[in-house]
Every structure is written in structure tokens, then in C-alpha cells.
């Protein structure tokens, strides 16, 4: 129900395949996710992880019948297991993504709700069309906004618009996304699948450490004050620095042509 391989330009390909279920995550898709995102991180073969749904659907979230929900009405159900099951689940797969120190990309090519819209989110470059939508439904089901929503949206789109997402239910449609700060770009349907896989490749012929220590630096900006922040970035450009990519890079400056880059 996942598929995943590494092609010859040093893009993984993380497809999820459930087609008929409009790729809704079963507990072993969940577990899978996080485990090839953790191979993407060790392998050095793999500069950049394009993320995308099977079918007509990106992913309708968690089925419900792998969740601990479903069990709420039982008789000696324990809310303890609520939290630990988001703990090594849902919550897992949103940090392994938004802590990958290799560049990412979501090609959303159908609906995205709830837990799958994060998914997406997570990434460092969302790519949509005109008839993806992203829908969140916890309110709905009388649900607390999870797998990292409450972090993540209001860091991408305001505080305001996320809570009339989680609260109201307000979606998101193809361009609008764009507008909004959900995604990077809106292309035409029968365009994503290329367009995504150019953008991926593009990035993963890119400078691999310097690349991830500036999505580091990116990503903890909203936590970290202007002087921590000013010290990350000189560490992180001494670590940089010690890459034979800046190697590379200067030489290509002058040379006037393009450099050759081995994420090392």
C-alpha cells in the first residue's frame, strides 16, 4: 500500500497506493511512511523525497477503523491510549518529514483531509491543481486537531484562517491553497505528476547539507529569537563550509558554468 523506490536522479518516491480507499493511511501505511522517510534520511543516495497519492486522491486521512477513535464507545476504553497512539503514529510521520534535513516535495493530486493534508504540509514544497482540495473534518467529529495541525497551520496560513479551518471546517481548493500559504504552486492537472518530479530532481541536484541546514534554520525561525538564530546560522555556514559542494560551487561561479553537485 506503499510504494517507494529511488530513481537515478537521487529522488525517492514515496506513493501512497490505496487507491480505493482514495489512499486513506491504515496502521501499517502509517508505520511504513515513517520508516522510508527514516531510509531517505540514511541513504546517500537519496537527495530528495517527492511525496504523492495514487488514483484521484492524495489522502482522505486515517481510516477509521485503524484509529483509536472508533473504540471511544466501548466498555474499558482508555483515553491514555489516545495520546500514545498519536505519539508513535500520525505525530511520528509529521516529524521524521519536517525534521529530514533533505529537501521535500507533496505533489497533492486529489483531496487532502485531515492527517493527510499535514502529511502534505509537512513537506518543504506543496504542488497542487485546480481540482485538489484540503479539508479538515475533526470538528465534525467531535476531534482535537491532530498530527501536528495545530503547528503547522497557523505557521502557514495565520492564525485566524487556521482556526476557521479546524474549527469551522473551511477547506481549500487548487489555487486558492496558493493564495492562502498552503501550497507553492497551482499547475494543470495532467501537468503535476512532471512538474513535481522537475522540481524534486532540480532540488535534489542541489547542495544536499547546505540545503537541509537552511530548511533547520527555516523551519525553528518561529521559535528561536534573533540572536539564537544569528548563532545557528553562523554554526550551520561553518558546517558548510567543511562540504565539498562549496568546493564545487565557487569553482562553477568562476568558471561561468553550471555546477556539478554531489550533495557531499
Keep these: 500500500m506503499i510504494r517507494y523506490d529511488v530513481g537515478d536522479d537521487h529522488v525517492a518516491r514515496l506513493t501512497l497506493d490505496r487507491p480505493e480507499a482514495k489512499n486513506a493511511l491504515t496502521i501499517e501505511m502509517r508505520d511504513e511512511i515513517v520508516a522510508r522517510v527514516q531510509a531517505a534520511r540514511a541513504d546517500a543516495a537519496v537527495r530528495a523525497l517527492l511525496i504523492t497519492g495514487a488514483g484521484d486522491a492524495f489522502c482522505a486521512g486515517m481510516d477509521l477503523s485503524a484509529s483509536t477513535m472508533s473504540k471511544a464507545a466501548e466498555p474499558g476504553f482508555e483515553t491514555r491510549s489516545t495520546a500514545e497512539a498519536l505519539r508513535v503514529g500520525v505525530q511520528r510521520f509529521i516529524q521524521e518529514l519536517w525534521e529530514l534535513d533533505k529537501p521535500t516535495v507533496a505533489a497533492v493530486n486529489g483531496a487532502a483531509v485531515g492527517p493527510g493534508a499535514h502529511l502534505a504540509?509537512?513537506?518543504?514544497?506543496?504542488?497542487?491543481?485546480?481540482?485538489?482540495?484540503?479539508?479538515?473534518?475533526?470538528?465534525?467529529?467531535?476531534?482535537?486537531?491532530?498530527?501536528?495541525?495545530?503547528?503547522?497551520?497557523?505557521?502557514?496560513?495565520?492564525?485566524?484562517?487556521?482556526?476557521?479551518?479546524?474549527?469551522?471546517?473551511?477547506?481549500?481548493?487548487?489555487?486558492?491553497?496558493?493564495?492562502?500559504?498552503?501550497?507553492?504552486?497551482?499547475?494543470?492537472?495532467?501537468?503535476?505528476?512532471?512538474?513535481?518530479?522537475?522540481?524534486?530532481?532540480?532540488?535534489?541536484?542541489?547542495?544536499?547539507?547546505?540545503?537541509?541546514?537552511?530548511?533547520?534554520?527555516?523551519?525553528?525561525?518561529?521559535?528561536?529569537?534573533?540572536?539564537?538564530?544569528?548563532?545557528?546560522?553562523?554554526?550551520?555556514?561553518?558546517?558548510?563550509?567543511?562540504?565539498?559542494?562549496?568546493?564545487?560551487?565557487?569553482?562553477?561561479?568562476?568558471?561561468?558554468?553550471?555546477?556539478?553537485?554531489?550533495?557531499?
Design 121 to 264: 504540509l509537512a513537506c518543504d514544497f506543496v504542488l497542487v491543481h485546480d481540482d485538489t482540495r484540503f479539508l479538515w473534518t475533526f470538528a465534525r467529529w467531535g476531534l482535537v486537531v491532530d498530527a501536528g495541525g495545530a503547528y503547522l497551520l497557523p505557521r502557514l496560513v495565520g492564525l485566524p484562517r487556521a482556526k476557521a479551518m479546524v474549527m469551522l471546517g473551511d477547506g481549500a481548493r487548487g489555487a486558492e491553497a496558493v493564495d492562502l500559504g498552503l501550497a507553492y504552486r497551482c499547475v494543470a492537472k495532467d501537468e503535476l505528476g512532471a512538474v513535481a518530479t522537475d522540481l524534486a530532481a532540480r532540488l535534489a541536484a542541489g547542495p544536499t547539507r547546505s540545503l537541509g541546514l537552511s530548511k533547520r534554520l527555516l523551519n525553528m525561525s518561529f521559535e528561536t529569537s534573533l540572536e539564537r538564530s544569528l548563532e545557528l546560522e553562523g554554526a550551520y555556514q561553518s558546517l558548510a563550509a567543511t562540504s565539498t559542494d562549496l568546493v564545487e560551487g565557487m569553482a562553477a561561479f568562476r568558471d561561468r558554468r553550471d555546477p556539478n553537485y554531489t550533495g557531499r
